[in-house]
């Protein structure tokens, strides 16, 4: 993870150097501004810029912000760059006694509860959380979706979700993935598949019986409940190919057309892959900077190594030297092969898919 400090007094200062050698020390990376005008404390670099002006700069470019410091100064100096709590990064604030750790921001998605805990547990200072899932010992469908690698596609209904289950009112849940065999409090398992049985105390019910629930899914359109939230795990590695100069739009339309053709949400997407000689393609990186997918390049003997039952190209084995770009790009990354789309071709573009072995885990604590 990737941490910025601030401080501003001589405690606080000593308190973020303390504490940076902590973060470092757990594989993070960390920087920590100050401005005392006295000498400056191990790890520690003076804060030229404005404050805001600085806290601008790495607001959407790392994952956490700890301000050393008095509430008031984190909050005015990180107001003018809030958008989403999809987006903003976690936002903690420490006493410059180091007595309390507050969750300021982004406490759920952002992962900002969690790391309050632990950063507390560093210092020995007392965790404030005030989330009001987190107080009641409630269920949190965000917290749930970030540790389970999933996209939430509508978070006013995360929102209604939520609401509900702190007003003691049970919603159904679906999946189309295995999950563990225990289910938090209020949460009934959904199934209208006489061949699907409970499991360690799941109960099964129609989704009928619920006008509010969830579902894990690849498709984001999958109607379960009148009003269906999705948690949509992001599980599926893109393979694709394309001819020379090929235009953004083009692999964006085909793309886009063989997912919803599968009932797969874009949203289900964790990454791309190609062969090397792709690795500069305008409209391939256009792509991944377009929808935030890291972009995997794999040299044409590593592709080759690969055994399998793959679609034959002889056009693309005399270009590239193997007959298959796609699918071997796809599965290289999964440990386990699965092509869930075979190789697809319109207009220059190759498309395959591969799906990783996934399951949903609850947090047992929510019980």
């Not at 509430?71 to 903690?92: G, N, Q, W, Y």
């Not at 309050?116 to 210092?123: V, Y």
């Not at 090397?276 to 080759?304: M, R, T």
């Not at 999964?334 to 092509?339: G, K, S, T, V, Y």
């Amino acid at each position: 993870m990737r941490y910025v400090l601030f401080s501003f007094t001589t405690k606080a200062a000593t308190l973020s150097s303390q504490l940076h050698k902590k973060i470092e020390n757990d594989n993070n990376s960390c920087t920590s501004y100050t401005t005392i005008k006295s000498a400056l404390p191990p790890y520690l670099i003076k804060l030229n810029l404005p404050l805001k002006e600085q806290v601008k700069e790495v607001f959407h470019n790392v994952d956490a912000i700890i301000f050393v410091s008095a509430c008031a100064i984190a909050v005015r100096s990180i107001a003018p760059f809030l958008e989403s709590k999809t987006t903003d990064p976690a936002v903690i604030v420490i006493d410059e006694l180091g007595q309390y750790a507050i969750s300021l921001l982004s406490g759920h998605i952002g992962g900002g509860n969690e790391l309050t805990k632990q950063i507390a547990n560093l210092i020995g200072a007392t965790p404030i959380i005030s989330t009001a899932t987190d107080l009641n010992n409630t269920f949190a469908v965000d917290v749930f979706a970030t540790k389970n690698n999933m996209y939430i596609d509508n978070m006013t209904l995360a929102k209604q979700v939520s609401s509900e289950l702190l007003d003691n009112k049970e919603i159904g849940i679906s999946s189309d993935f295995p999950v563990n065999s225990r289910l938090p409090k209020q949460l009934v398992f959904i199934s209208d598949d006489s061949n699907v049985h409970s499991q360690g105390g799941i109960s099964r019910q129609a989704s009928n019986e619920f006008s509010l629930g969830i579902s894990i899914t690849l498709d984001e359109n999958k109607p379960t409940f009148d009003r269906t939230l999705h948690l949509i795990p992001r599980i599926i590695t893109l393979g694709i190919g394309c001819k020379k100069d090929t235009p953004m739009e083009a692999i964006e339309s085909m793309v886009l057309h063989t997912l919803v053709e599968h009932h797969i949400s874009i949203h289900a997407v964790k990454q791309v892959a190609s062969i090397d000689l792709k690795g500069n393609e305008a409209g391939l990186l256009g792509f991944c900077q377009k929808y935030n997918l890291p972009f995997i390049v794999h040299s044409a003997k590593e592709l080759s190594s690969l055994t399998g039952d793959f679609t034959p190209s002889p056009f693309v084995k005399s270009i590239t030297g193997i007959d298959n770009v796609c699918e071997r790009a796809a599965i290289y990354q999964e440990p386990n092969r699965a092509l869930l789309i075979k190789k697809t071709a319109a207009n220059g573009v190759t498309i395959a898919a591969a799906i990783c072995p996934y399951k949903a885990f609850f947090d047992m604590d929510m019980t």
